[in-house]
């Protein structure tokens, strides 16, 4: 499993990723509402946490 953290401001949105089973962390930032830079870093994570067998979410929708 691949935990997601997201603290959320107007400029940046900050990402933290934990694996569930290593307890490794990987932290990020992107620019805010960039969702494709987002996904972007949640392959990236899956990639270099070992966890490369689950895909990506096609599409994340904005909680308004």
Known sequence: ALYMV???SARR??????AAAS???????VAARDLAALM???AEA???LGLVQAPAPERLEPVV
């Open 6 to 8: 997201l603290e959320l």
């Open 13 to 18: 949105w900050k990402v933290l990723f934990m």
């Open 23 to 29: 307890g490794r962390r990987r932290e990020r930032s």
């Open 40 to 42: 972007g870093e949640i």
């Open 46 to 48: 899956k990639r270099k």
